[in-house]
């Protein structure tokens, strides 16, 4: 059974810094696909980062460029996102996402994803 837990949320001040992790047990890391999506209050879920194994092609949302960076650690099966220069418009609930498969710029698909993490809340608010 692959199972996702995420860890790394919490309270941040606008222009700071988090870094969340989802480690990634029942799973191998030959041909995958990972991704990190976001879901505010009122809005739908959203993809913001992903890698897809094929290529190790990663893919950012614009609204996140340049301020988040996932990477995946394989032999800790644990894939990270770091988030830093924090806006209180990146307040949301994060997922960390799995797909036992490549997915090359289909990555960026929630709907193509098996697997997925509890969510942990991210808030950003001096």
């Known amino acids: 059974e692959v199972q996702l837990v995420e860890s790394g949320g919490g309270l941040v001040h606008p222009g700071g810094s988090l870094r969340l992790s989802c480690t990634i047990s029942?799973?191998?890391?030959?041909?995958?696909?990972i991704g990190w999506f976001r879901q505010a209050p009122g809005k739908e879920r959203e993809g913001i980062s992903c890698?897809?194994?094929?290529?190790?092609?990663?893919y950012y949302a614009d609204s996140v460029k340049g301020r988040f960076t996932i990477t995946a650690d394989t032999a800790k099966s644990t894939m990270y996102l770091q988030m830093s220069s924090l806006e209180p418009e990146d307040t949301a609930v994060y997922y960390c996402?799995?797909?036992?498969?490549?997915?090359?710029?289909?990555?960026?698909?929630?709907?193509?994803?098996?697997?997925w993490g509890q969510g942990t809340q991210i808030s950003v608010s001096s």
């Open positions: 890698i897809s194994s094929d290529d190790g092609s990663t």
């Open positions: 029942g799973f191998t890391f030959d041909d995958y696909a």
């Open positions: 996402a799995a797909a036992q498969r490549s997915l090359g710029w289909r990555c960026r698909r929630q709907d193509m994803y098996d697997y």
